[in-house]
Each structure stands twice: as structure tokens, then as C-alpha cells.
Nanobody
Framework: QVHLVESGGGSVQAGGSLRLSCAAS????????MAWFRQAPGKEREGVATISAGGGVTYYTDSVKGRFTISRDNAKHTIFLQMNSLKPEDAAMYYC???????????????????WGQGTQVTISS
């Protein structure tokens, strides 16, 4: 059974930084692409970034390009999201998601991600 646990959320001032982590277990982690999504109150869950199984290919939604960086440590079965220059509109619950069986996932098609974590809250104060 796939198990994803996010951490690293918190409250930060606009312009600040946070680093989110997602620890994975229970599946072929190293052979699977993964992603970060976020959901603000009253809004649909949206994709933020994806990373290939090997970590060499990444994909970002336009609003975070140049500010966020997704990475993974396959030895530790963990993916990260480094978030810099945070804006009030980045405030949301952040979720990591796994797409077992796919090595590349340069898309945010939610049904393709079969496993999700419980989320970690990011709050931005202006």
C-alpha cells in the first residue's frame, strides 16, 4: 500500500521561503514520477510541479516557475518542494502525489495520480 507523508508546511511572510518534504513508502518509489499539488479554500486542487522517476525531468505550472524547485532523493524515498519568494496567492494545503508505473509525468491530470498524502498547510502573511 502506498503511503505518502508530507511535512514542512507552516506560516511565513510574503517573500519568504519554505521547503516541503514528502516521504514515500510501500511501492516502487524509484520507478515512479511524482508531483506536488495545492488546494486553497474554495478552489480546485491544482498542479504545482512534477518530477520524473530519475529526477532529471521537471515540470512547473507557470505561476511558480523561477520560484519553486521540485527535487527528489531516491535513496531516502523523499521528494521536496523548495518554495522561494512566496506570495499570498501561494497559500494553500500542499499535497504530494504518486503515479506508480509512470516514469515521466509532465502533466497535472489528477486521475493519473493514484496515491495522495494528507497534505501540509502553507500560510502566507503579507
Amino acid at each position: 500500500q502506498v503511503h505518502l507523508v508530507e511535512s514542512g508546511g507552516g506560516s511565513v511572510q510574503a517573500g519568504g521561503s519554505l521547503r516541503l518534504s514528502c516521504a514515500a513508502s510501500g511501492y516502487d518509489y524509484s520507478g515512479s514520477c511524482m508531483a506536488w499539488f495545492r488546494q486553497a479554500p474554495g478552489k480546485e486542487r491544482e498542479g504545482v510541479a512534477t518530477i520524473s522517476a530519475g529526477g532529471g525531468v521537471t515540470y512547473y505550472t507557470d505561476s511558480v516557475k523561477g520560484r519553486f524547485t521540485i527535487s527528489r532523493d531516491n535513496a531516502k524515498h523523499t521528494i521536496f518542494l523548495q518554495m522561494n519568494s512566496l506570495k499570498p496567492e501561494d497559500a494553500a494545503m500542499y499535497y504530494c502525489a504518486a503515479s506508480p508505473g509512470r516514469t515521466y509525468c509532465s502533466d497535472f491530470y489528477k486521475p493519473a495520480y493514484s496515491s495522495w498524502g494528507q497534505g501540509t498547510q502553507v500560510t502566507i502573511s503579507s
